[in-house]
């Protein structure tokens, strides 16, 4: 996967993978997510019937020492249909995890 800024770009798939709001995130655990969105997005692949786009926005709430909590919401354009969920969660990789199964669920 290449990131652009806060875009990043599968070469391998046919569709964008979009990311907002990552740039603050370490090296280390962008690794982390980068791998869990890759693994969401082939599942969400396969589910599609013409996937165009996969977005996902982090934001940061009630930012606290040691204590924030991470705001995901993620989206999926698929041939017109527009797919939407949205998770709060004081572990980032959790809240990825659970925006995206969201999508899943919904789109099975």
């Known amino acids: 996967m290449d990131v652009i800024g806060d875009i990043m ?27 869990n ?9 396969e589910l599609a019937d013409k996937l165009e786009k996969l977005h ?17 919401r993620a989206k999926v354009l ?8 949205h998770t709060i969660d004081r572990n980032i990789f959790a809240a990825i995890d659970k925006a995206l199964q969201k999508i899943i669920n919904e789109m099975d």
């Open 37 to 45: 969105i890759s693994n969401h997005a082939k599942r969400i692949l």
């Open 78 to 85: 698929d041939n017109g249909k527009v797919y939407v969920s």
């Open 9 to 35: 770009v599968d070469i391998n798939m046919d569709f964008k993978i979009e990311l907002a709001g990552f740039r603050d995130i370490d090296s280390s655990a962008m690794a982390i997510i980068d791998k």
């Open 56 to 72: 996902v926005t982090l934001k940061k709430v009630h930012e606290r020492e040691k204590g924030e909590k991470y705001d995901i």
